[in-house]
């Protein structure tokens, strides 16, 4: 993070004359205050008034970022946290990265300026190496996606890994041979991102296949997020030779994408095809037939992720590192 020593440095001036152009003193040089403002464009420095207005003092607020909140997930972990943040009188600013790299960066000075007294991550866009320093300006809790290294913050989540492997092996004993496979991709200005989340989701599927001695076919895998994304798998899939016969999607937004198009086809489920979702939304017993999903606590989530947190704001003994909650398989009519 620069500093107002970097700034003088750069505008080649001295750290005095930075404070004066910051606070808008009278008696700076005209070009010395055009070198200052322009040094503080080119390093990104963003003054800390709101920290030397609130020092010493809480905000009593707690900023969540999300990736996407008409995502029913996103919607259900930000209420749990509401929930136990209430309790403790504080408040929640909601933050919609909406896959945005430089928008979580922007959310993420929020804490550097003292406008919030923490935060917490539901969702990841740029690296942790970009995302630690932040550290340095109060307490970060990470719930739901995570980085591979985490510098000794909380994480909340459940195993992936595990998850995918036992949605697998349900689908390989009921016989299933042809299994394609969705990976959950996080979006971005100008690319799809295959997170540790997506990545180790995808181990699990591969280890349940190697044990079952199938196959796994490149052109059975997919990358997707949404219910559109779900569509255009089907119509994908309707176009291989070698057709799957079952499915496991990243989110019940894929899986339910994919049921419609493949009713309006005139195929049934899972007579033609198995499709299994992930989360457990809400939806997931609307669709017709109801859909066999795995279940994520949201709530068990999001209420633990904001305990951590002010826990740590309390300066109470250390919270988890890591905490893996249950998500089992609730089987159901579409497998």
Known sequence: MPTIK????????????????????????EEKR???????????????SSAQRLRGTETRTIAVLVSRIVNPFFSAIVDAMDEVAAEQSYRLILCNTRGSANQELHFLQLLRT??????????????????APYTDYGPIVICNEYPRQSDGVPVVTID????????????????????????????????????????????????????AGMHMYGECLFLG????????????????ANRPDAILTGS???????????????????????????DNQPHATLIEPELTTIHQPVQEMGRAAMERMLALLRKESPPPLATYLEAPLLARKST
């Open 34 to 48: 055009k070198a200052v403002k322009q040094a503080m464009k080119e390093l990104g420095y963003l003054p800390n």
């Open 252 to 278: 019940d937004e894929v899986a339910a994408g994919i049921i419609a198009e493949a009713k309006a086809a005139g195929w049934k489920i899972p007579d033609d095809l198995a499709i299994v979702g992930f």
């Open 160 to 211: 992936q890994s595990k998850a995918m492997y036992e949605a697998t092996v349900h689908l390989l004993k009921k016989g299933y041979k042809q299994i394609a496979y969705c990976n959950p991709i996080t979006k971005t200005e100008s690319d799809a991102v295959i997170s540790p989340l997506a990545q180790d989701r995808y181990l699990g599927f591969c280890q349940a296949m190697e044990e």
């Open 114 to 131: 003292k406008q919030v007294d923490g935060l917490i991550l539901a969702s990841l866009v740029n690296d942790w190496e970009t995302i």
């Open 6 to 29: 970097d700034v003088a440095l750069r505008a080649g001036v001295s750290r005095s004359t930075v404070s004066r152009v910051m606070n808008n003193q009278p008696y700076v040089d």
């Open 225 to 240: 997020h949404s219910l559109e994304d779900g569509r255009n798998i089907f119509k994908q899939m309707v176009c291989l």
